[in-house]
């Protein structure tokens, strides 16, 4: 049975906050998955965590466009996919994945692209508006 855990942040600076202290807990080999519709976080989730890692004065650009940013941690490279362009699951390959399941943190966002190649081991977050304009669920699934 799959457990999840839900947080309510109220501003873009409580969901940052989350994302620190996960940051805090990552080793080389973790991926996480980030699930969420457009606008719902995963940006500044994924800004504050790969800030947290690398430092703050790390310029995190949305890799939107060329699906995959890298970052050097003090521990181990970092893998900010965002496979929101992909067109095939099995483009994830020109992207580096394997090597980066290998030997770095993968945070990952739109991974519903990633079909069958899916990891087998990986934390999984959703993050889904809240009732009020700035209030986000953040859902731990895995």
């Not at 504050?48 to 939107?64: D, K, M, R």
């Not at 934390?123 to 669920?137: A, K, V």
């Amino acid at each position: 049975m799959q457990q999840e855990n839900t947080i309510i942040s109220h501003s873009e600076e409580e969901t940052a906050v989350v994302a620190r202290k996960l940051a805090a807990r990552l080793h080389s080999g973790d991926v996480v998955l980030l699930h969420g519709d457009l606008g719902a976080g995963k940006s500044i989730f994924a800004r504050a965590l790969i800030q947290t890692l690398c430092g703050e004065e790390t310029i995190v650009p949305s890799p939107t466009f060329t699906l995959v940013q890298t970052y050097e941690a003090p521990e181990f490279t970092l893998w900010h996919f965002d496979l929101y362009r992909l067109n095939a699951p099995e483009e994830v390959y020109e992207l580096g994945i394997e090597e980066a399941l290998r030997c770095g943190v993968c945070l990952i966002e739109w991974p519903d692209r990633l079909g069958p190649h899916l990891p087998k081991i990986y934390r999984e977050i959703e993050l889904q508006y809240g009732s009020q304009p700035h209030e986000r669920l953040i859902i731990f699934k895995k």
